[in-house]
């Protein structure tokens, strides 16, 4: 698994190029930090649609909570919360792709 790094958004500035942030998605997965303002971005440049799951690895009231997937069209992008609920052991989110041939992905936070 590949440890992705955060690129920050300035909300005065923004970020002209979300593109160029990016990184080709892990074929063994990605992990990424979780918290408030952190967000996956996922391009998917292929032919095909593509889902993305996030684990998650916690309990809310002794009972497991369901994976997180979001399946991203042909040619499209998507953007996920990294919130807590994802935080693994490692404290950061374990994610997976179904395939990663033209998917890149970055994570973007956004900063003062």
């Known amino acids: 698994m590949a440890a992705l790094t955060t690129t920050t958004v300035n ?3 923004g970020l002209a190029d979300l593109d160029a942030a ?3 998605a892990a074929g063994g997965g990605d992990t990424a930090p979780v918290g408030d303002g952190l967000f996956l971005f996922v391009n998917n440049a292929g032919a095909s649609p593509r889902t993305v799951t996030l684990a998650t690895p916690g309990t809310v009231h002794g009972h497991q909570v369901a994976d997180a997937t979001l399946t991203v ?6 953007l996920i919360p990294l919130t807590t ?4 052991a490692t ?3 374990a994610i997976t792709y179904d395939a990663v041939t033209s998917v890149t992905v970055a994570v973007i936070q956004l900063g003062a």
């Open 85 to 88: 609920i994802f935080r693994g």
């Open 91 to 93: 404290g950061r989110a």
């Open 73 to 78: 069209a042909a040619g499209k992008r998507g």
């Open 22 to 24: 990016a990184v080709a």
């Open 11 to 13: 909300t005065l500035g």
